[in-house]
T-cell receptor
Framework: DAKTTQPPSMDCAEGRAANLPCNHS???????VYWYRQIHSQGPQYIIH???NNETNEMASLIITEDRKSSTLILPHATLRDTAVYYC???????????FGQGTRLTINP | NAGVTQTPKFRVLKTGQSMTLLCAQD?????MYWYRQDPGMGLRLIHY???????AKGEVPDGYNVSRLKKQNFLLGLESAAPSQTSVYFC????????????FGQGTRLTVV
């Protein structure tokens, strides 16, 4: 699976959109981009995933660049409860392993 | 549905003792995973299983053994605990089908003294 690069930390004001970038320049054609988050010491929680097209669900939006070398997770109206570590993972459709990187620690400030 | 349940939630061991962590899922998932997470770090994959009776090594398998005798259970064993194994352990499961999410348990906080 391709390697991902994320900033170690970010801050965002409550009520604003939080945009979390992820670089995956070596991604291959059958690899999907997944986002998980981990709030405090809880188990990670799935947020969203996509292949080529932009995706949106009740939690977030995922924007993937046309060349698929990077993506952005958008939390449209961040709340204090969105403070967490966000992990971007690239994984092929047939992959057995699920490997996490270091993630981005997002802090939502009041 | 309970989802993914880890037992126990907390445990203190003395160096050299053994123990087994249990992960149970009620979603009929084929894939199961064990991770450890040390303070300020991401999750590291210890072992995983792609089906009943199968196991495979992850990134940091040394000092651990696993078994998947039943599809719903994935056991992580420490034969001789060491202080370096002090960590929070997370279990996860997912379907075999492509592009599905993984579900995580709430973690087991293990301290080896």
């Amino acid at each position: 699976d391709a390697k991902t690069t994320q900033p170690p930390s970010m801050d965002c004001a409550e009520g604003r959109a939080a945009n979390l970038p992820c670089n995956h320049s070596t991604i291959s054609g059958n690899e999907y981009v997944y986002w998980y988050r981990q709030i405090h010491s809880q188990g990670p929680q799935y947020i969203i995933h996509g292949l080529k097209n932009n995706e949106t669900n009740e939690m977030a939006s995922l924007i993937i660049t046309e060349d698929r070398k990077s993506s952005t997770l958008i939390l449209p109206h961040a709340t204090l409860r969105d403070t967490a570590v966000y992990y971007c993972i690239v994984r092929s459709s047939g992959a057995q392993k699920l490997v996490f990187g270091q993630g981005t620690r997002l802090t939502i400030n009041p | 549905n309970a989802g993914v349940t880890q037992t126990p939630k907390f445990r203190v061991l003395k160096t050299g003792q053994s123990m087994t962590l249990l992960c149970a899922q009620d979603m009929n998932h084929e894939y199961m995973y064990w991770y450890r997470q040390d303070p300020g770090m991401g999750l590291r994959l210890i072992h995983y299983s792609v089906g009943e009776g199968t196991t495979a090594k992850g990134e940091v398998p040394d000092g651990y053994n696993v078994s998947r005798l039943k599809k719903q259970n994935f056991l992580l064993g420490l034969e001789s605990a060491a202080p370096s194994q002090t960590s929070v352990y997370f279990c996860a499961s997912s379907l075999l089908m492509m592009n599905t999410e993984a579900f995580f348990g709430q973690g087991t906080r293990l301290t080896v003294v």
